[in-house]
């Protein structure tokens, strides 16, 4: 939101006494870099065969705590 909307940009100069955003290409790329190949990683745990492995107790209360992040995060960031 920071390096594409001039709305954004401007609401950081006014509480930011001017300054402006310090977000660059490279930060926008870094982060889609990161996201495409986490999905890579992701996609290839799906694909490939697992045998007779079961994801742990653990590793599933992991998963669960994540998926739930992300529509609190949205609610949150809506508010």
Do not use: K, T
């Given at each position: 939101?920071?390096?594409?909307w001039?709305?954004?940009r401007?609401?950081?100069?006014?509480?930011?006494?001017?300054?402006?955003?310090l977000?660059?290409?490279?930060?926008?790329?870094?982060?889609?870099?990161?996201?495409?190949l986490?999905a890579?990683?992701?996609?290839?745990?799906?694909?490939?065969?697992?045998?007779?492995?079961?994801?742990?107790?653990?590793?599933?209360?992991?998963l669960?705590?994540?998926?739930?992040?992300?529509?609190v995060?949205?609610?949150?960031?809506a508010?």
């Amino acid at each position: 939101g920071m390096y594409f909307w001039p709305a954004v940009r401007e609401q950081y100069a006014q509480r930011h006494d001017g300054a402006m955003p310090l977000v660059r290409p490279n930060d926008v790329f870094f982060s889609l870099h990161a996201l495409v190949l986490c999905a890579i990683v992701g996609l290839q745990a799906i694909m490939y065969p697992r045998g007779s492995q079961r994801l742990s107790w653990l590793s599933r209360g992991m998963l669960g705590a994540c998926a739930l992040m992300v529509p609190v995060g949205v609610v949150l960031a809506a508010a």
